[in-house]
Nanobody, 125 residues
């Protein structure tokens, strides 16, 4: 399984970025997908998750209302649209996947089996 994250970069506060994560070697439609981030000196934290069906999309409180996670099963890609970016959003963003049953959405970082390499997002003032 490979997850290839892209779309990171340098953006001014208040700006937008869209991250993409393309998957291979995975039955994508049977996987829950997530975005996590890790800032320097901090632990990796949950950002957003999308269930297999796409009907459940929990977000962390820090990004709720600003970020949107979505998936395209035909393209085997998960996206993270990030709007109204803040300085504190600066981090390496990782996508992750977990094959799961239809009725279960993983919520813990430890539940995800597959991880991408990360893409750097830097928000400047």
């Amino acid at each position: 399984v490979q997850l290839q994250a892209s779309g990171g970069g340098l953006v001014q506060a208040g700006g937008s970025l869209r991250l993409s994560c393309a998957a291979s070697g995975l039955t994508f439609s049977r996987a829950a997908l997530g975005w996590f981030r890790q800032a320097p000196g901090k632990e990796r934290e949950f950002v957003a998750i999308i269930s297999r069906s796409g009907s459940s999309t929990p977000y962390s409180d820090s990004v709720k209302g600003r970020f949107t996670i979505s998936r395209d099963n035909a393209k085997k890609t998960v996206y993270l649209q990030m709007n109204s970016l803040k300085l504190e959003d600066t981090a390496v963003y990782y996508c992750a996947a977990k094959s799961t049953i239809l009725t279960y959405t993983p919520m813990s970082i430890n539940e995800f089996d597959y991880w991408g390499q990360g893409t750097q997002v830097t928000v400047s003032s």
